[in-house]
């Protein structure tokens, strides 16, 4: 079966603390994103990766971090420095450019206590 | 920052009924795409349609674009429970309209069909 697996399903974490969302592809893509998203709105670009160990900043990258090691994997850490985390955070890959229709992993719904 | 707009931002229909939802957008673009996404899941791709196409069809969408309003609209004929999600539009501003040539999406539509 191909597609993207987001992990965790759900994520809590204490304030000051770093936690990674895990992202893999198996569909063989060269780019892959990480998107936002607040209750009622649409999708805020974080971090995007057009190809292995490469990756820019999107709309809203600060307080995040990641890396891309690997084609098949693009994880994100939300630090410390992220002074509003709570959100569902999505990944997504395509086949080359921004331009491609995106393939959508089900989502991390991250929690801060 | 925010290219799309949907309108309306809620609607609510009986089954059977057609759903129509639109989408503005501000600078020229290469393409326009709308997804869906069902309460907690991620996004599902609809239909991508191109600046140079008009009206694109897939089953019970349809998807029209008019580049010289900058706007698009999706039908959704004969409607069922379970097409109850949002939907979204995406655009692609090209590099030299200041984008990115990354998806924009607008905050979506939230549709309700009633059984």
């Known amino acids: 079966d191909g597609g993207i697996t987001q992990s965790p399903k759900y994520l809590f974490r204490k304030e000051g603390q770093n936690v990674t969302l895990s992202c893999e592809q198996n569909?063989?893509?060269?780019?892959m994103y990480w998107y936002r998203q607040d209750p009622g709105q649409g999708l805020r670009l974080i971090y995007y990766?057009?190809?292995?160990?490469?990756?820019q900043k999107g709309d809203i990258a600060e307080g995040y971090s990641v890396s891309r090691e690997k084609k098949e994997s693009f994880p994100l850490t939300v630090t410390s420095a992220q002074k509003n985390p709570t959100a569902f955070y999505l990944c997504?890959?395509?086949?080359?450019?921004?331009?491609?229709?995106?393939?959508f992993g089900p989502g991390t719904r991250l929690t801060v206590l | 920052s925010q290219q799309g707009e949907e309108d309306p931002q809620a609607l609510s229909i009986q089954e059977g009924e057609n759903a129509t939802m639109n989408c503005s957008y501000k600078?020229?673009?290469?393409?326009l795409q709308w997804y869906r996404q069902n309460s907690g899941r991620g996004l599902v791709h609809l239909i991508l349609i191109r600046s140079n196409e008009r009206e694109k069809h897939s089953g019970r969408l349809r998807v029209t674009l008019d580049t010289s309003k900058k706007s698009s609209s999706l039908l959704i004929t004969a409607s069922r429970a379970a097409d109850t999600a949002s939907y979204f539009c995406a655009t692609v501003p090209p590099v030299s309209q200041g984008g990115s040539e990354k998806l924009v999406f607008g905050k979506g539509t939230k549709l309700t069909v009633n059984p």
């Open positions: 569909l063989n893509h060269d780019a």
């Open positions: 997504a890959s395509s086949s080359w450019t921004g331009r491609d229709e995106q393939f």
């Open positions: 600078t020229s673009i290469n393409n």
């Open positions: 990766s057009q190809i292995v160990n490469d990756f």
